[in-house]
């Protein structure tokens, strides 16, 4: 839950110490390294907490045990395989969880292994893609894709197949691909000679911005939870063409009578981008799109953040202590302890 500390990535303290300016503990000195490198600060700068937040389950085998804590609560953002095959194992060292969203709430809330209370908490976006103003528009269509480039969840091989359709239609587009990942290559070999452009892993800033540009985000996935960048997205204003899948972004869009398209059939995603063509690009739209998602901003969910914690810090403690992990597979690069056995026991 720490913002403005880019370096370290998730692995920090928060010290609000009753001041206005609040202390960030940063157990690691780059974001490229693993626990091993928070392990050895912990050991040369012992601290503790009140509360530990653990995201997705990532950091509480190989760290919830070396820090003090009171309460351990498992912030949860995603509905993959591997989060509730760890749940059984990792639900009693827990206080509580938030979900992001009331559909996984309630996915959890009816899963036997899950016997600590979970609340809903919709993950926040950040001001940067509320505030991003969209440029001045020339040209054909702009369309972007962002996430992960992978075959399992994004499916971002179907991009190859959506601009086949759209070629087919006619329709004058351009593509725009934010993001990395196993499929990058592949990608680059099969879309060679479309209209397409590689924009690599963009920071925040950069990512509202490349938003404010797209008139459509076009989403393939065959699962999500959000997802966070089509409801990043829409606070920048940008239309989202969305499968049509149980997930935070379609239930908005539904709300408001907006289309989706059958998963995994690119060419009724064709079909919907060309009917989205010119209302997409149109102010009144954008800013209504925008207010689809205007609860979802930092402040408010700081407040409600703050609100669970109190509840979650006065009520009975339920979790056990976690016993530190030992072996040499925890001191290791995640690049390399993915090959060793025991791997399912951590989210990639």
């Given at each position: 839950m720490v913002r403005h500390d880019p370096e370290s990535g998730a692995i920090s303290l928060l010290d609000t110490g009753g001041t206005e300016n609040p202390q960030v503990i940063r157990l690691r000195p780059d974001r490229w390294l693993n626990a091993a490198a928070a392990r050895q600060n912990l050991l040369q700068k012992p601290v503790s907490a009140d509360t530990l937040i653990f995201h997705n389950f990532a950091g509480l085998a190989m760290l919830g045990g070396r820090i003090p804590h009171r309460r351990s609560v498992l912030y949860l953002h995603t509905n993959s395989a591997d989060v509730f095959a760890l749940l059984p194992q990792r639900v009693k060292f827990l206080d509580a969880i938030l979900a992001s969203g009331g559909d996984l709430a309630r996915e959890l809330q009816q899963l036997p292994a899950c016997t600590v209370p979970v609340t809903p908490l919709e993950y926040p976006l950040g001001e940067s893609f509320f505030n991003a103003a969209a440029p001045e528009k020339s040209g054909g269509l702009v369309l972007g894709f962002s996430g992960r480039l992978d075959v399992v969840q994004k499916k971002a091989g179907r991009l190859v197949g959506l601009c086949a359709q759209l070629a087919a239609r006619g329709v004058c587009y351009r593509l725009e691909i934010a993001g990395t990942g196993p499929m990058e290559a592949a990608l680059r070999r099969q879309l060679a000679g479309r209209p397409v452009r590689f924009l690599g892993r963009l920071d925040e800033q950069a990512m509202s911005a490349a938003y404010a540009g797209w008139d459509l985000l076009v989403c393939t996935s065959d699962y999500e939870t959000g997802p966070l960048v089509a409801l990043?997205?829409?606070?920048?204003?940008?239309?989202?063409?969305?499968?049509?899948?149980?997930?935070?972004?379609?239930?908005?869009?539904?709300?408001?009578?907006?289309?989706?398209?059958?998963?995994?059939?690119?060419?009724?995603?064709?079909?919907?981008?060309?009917?989205?063509?010119?209302?997409?690009?149109?102010?009144?739209?954008?800013?209504?799109?925008?207010?689809?998602?205007?609860?979802?901003?930092?402040?408010?969910?700081?407040?409600?953040?703050?609100?669970?914690?109190?509840?979650?810090?006065?009520?009975?403690?339920?979790?056990?202590?976690?016993?530190?992990?030992?072996?040499?597979?925890?001191?290791?690069?995640?690049?390399?302890?993915?090959r060793l056995p025991g791997k399912d026991t951590f989210l990639k």
């Open positions: 990043e997205a829409m606070a920048a204003g940008t239309l989202p063409v969305m499968p049509d899948i149980p997930c935070q972004a379609t239930a908005l869009l539904r709300a408001d009578n907006f289309p989706q398209y059958p998963k995994g059939d690119m060419a009724a995603a064709a079909a919907l981008i060309q009917k989205l063509a010119g209302p997409g690009r149109d102010e009144p739209l954008r800013g209504k799109i925008r207010r689809l998602v205007a609860a979802r901003k930092p402040e408010l969910f700081m407040r409600q953040l703050l609100q669970e914690l109190d509840k979650i810090e006065t009520a009975p403690r339920r979790s056990q202590p976690l016993t530190p992990c030992r072996g040499i597979g925890g001191w290791l690069p995640f690049s390399l302890r993915s």
